[in-house]
């Protein structure tokens, strides 16, 4: 009866070291998916936020433009 408690043990400890082991690696894997998906979100952040900068430098210079139609219009009439 103590070889076969002992080899049921084994095999308990075999099946633990087995799950732990892919519970392990699945961790591994997902982390690095996540980070790969936090990366290419970065990404699409700073393209978004360089449209930002763009249109908001472009409203300053349609505003300067509409002063100076204003201005022109103001000399003219």
Do not use: C, F
């Amino acid at each position: 009866m103590t070889a076969v408690l002992s080899e049921e043990i084994i095999v308990a400890l075999i099946g633990l070291g087995g799950s732990g082991l892919g519970s392990l690696m699945g961790i591994l894997v997902s982390s690095k998916l996540t980070q790969y998906r936090l990366d290419k979100l970065e990404a699409k952040v700073d393209k978004h936020n360089q449209v930002i900068e763009r249109t908001y430098k472009l409203e300053g210079e349609v505003t300067e433009l509409q002063h100076d139609v204003r201005d022109l219009k103001q000399q003219k009439g």
